[in-house]
């Protein structure tokens, strides 16, 4: 089997971009204020460029072989994490405009489930995203990307590492416990229901 690198992200790979898109699944046509995918690629790959933003390279990993970007995580304390939040929503202003306002308005049932949603407690490292390409499976790809997390989890002082997976995601979810992770919680909101997920690091 190919020896599998997990490289810091490169601001210019527009692969990770994609895959940092994909992982987010419903949540970027309001992030974006879209329905458009050029608007919402140009949009996102904004973010990925940019710096502090919970989207940026600046927190991502690509996992590869041979050199070839097959997946890519965002990790980060929980901490972190929420002082990204509002820097996060300036760059989208910035890019988007009035139109980021029109479609949220429209759409008030996904906004207000995404900017009420609690990822997280201060005391855990977080898996923001995670995304591999289809052609992947079955490489581990996916499990080496988490150990890295874990592997940070504990560089960085915490022992827990967290993250959030979709209920009807049930193979994901037999994936992470397989590894060590436990449901602590769920997020019930009007567009989307979810899991929190937490595994306890050995130091």
Sequence with gaps: MSHIS???????????????????????????????????????????????????????????????????ITCYPIKVLKQLAWPTFKQLFSYRKLQLFYYNIRNLKLLYSITTMKEGEDDEFHVGTIATLPESRGLGVGSQLLQFAEAQTSLQG??????????????????????????TGEINKPAFSLYRMVKTISG
């Design 158 to 183: 915490f022992s827990k590492c967290s993250l959030t997976v979709k209920k009807e995601n049930k193979l994901a979810i037999k994936l992470y416990q397989k590894i060590g992770y436990h449901i």
């Design 6 to 72: 997990i490289v810091k992200a490169d601001p210019q790979s527009q692969l990770g971009a994609s895959l940092n898109q994909m992982a987010l699944d419903y949540m970027v046509n309001p992030l974006a204020g879209s329905n458009n995918k050029n608007i919402i690629d140009a949009t996102f790959r904004k973010l990925w460029q940019s710096k502090n933003n919970r989207f940026s390279h600046q927190y991502a990993f690509e996992a590869q072989i041979d050199g070839q970007t097959l997946g890519m």
